[in-house]
């Protein structure tokens, strides 16, 4: 049953009530990720939801203002800022087809030649990075300023204990990073790479301050304040990957049940888009066997279907 057809504002608030209630009663709720100390600890009933409107109206339920470690997420708004500054040149470095193959896996890279599929696996990632900091000068502290001035939340920050832990147990990441060198895919020293991403991964933030930040992909390249990021067209682009490759090797089935452009990180936080109408942030530590939330997904999967917003 659909509740909601027409899509005005104020409906959001009771279809957000609504899948929290759901998801309450809803047992088993997968494992947060345990390779850091940090995202081990974290209770996985946990549970945030919240919808920004292209405008900056932000509704919300549950833990929707508590910040948590964003980890994969930042990997969009890097794409988007490294698309800005680049164009489509940065398409020569990373491609735009699903793996198919876990987040952080090693074995596609050697037979395609050092170029990664694309950007939301951690070696695409560490690709667009890479450039992102050739052309910035700091590609964290561009990725912060960006996140606080779309947020309105001047105190988001990089969460240190957690940048630490991330290069402690670093050793895919480097192997990765390293690889991607030996065919002269990365520009900058490996190390200065790795601190860099690191740091990107450890950024915290809330499911208020992600949605009204996802909001650019909604407006179709505009910022909040109306400056345009990114071009119509790249805006399709961006979405387009995510949808296609935000979530990994659970892509298809994510596309399947909430038919919305997503995008996962392993604290257990999901960005969805909705061009034209809203954005989505959903956040529940514990996650599927591909590093989803599985509250998470659900709670899309039940947006979608109550109130008929997808992009199919
Ligand atoms: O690089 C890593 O492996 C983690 N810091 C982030 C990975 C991540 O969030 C993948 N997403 N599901």
Redesign the pocket.
Known sequence: MVIMTTTSSLAFQPVLERIAEEIERTPGRGRP?D?IPALAACDPRRFGMAVAEPDGTVYGVGDWREPFST???TKVFTLALGLAREGDELWEHVGREPSGNP??SLVQLEYEGGIPRNPFI?AG?LVVTDRLHTRSGDASQELLEFLRAESANPGLDFDEEIAAS?AAH?H??AALAHFMASYGNIDNEVQVLLDQ??RQ?SLTASCADLALATGFLARHGVRADGARLLTRSQAKQVNAVMLTCG??DAAGEFAYRVGLPGK????GGIIAVVPGRCTLCVWSPG?DE???SVAGVAALDRFTTLTGLSVF
Do not use: D, I, K, P
């Open positions: 990720a390779y980890q994969s997420l987040f952080n951690n990632a991330e670093g895919r990441n991403y690191f991964c979530t990994y996962s990180g392993v604290g996650l591909h590093g989803n």
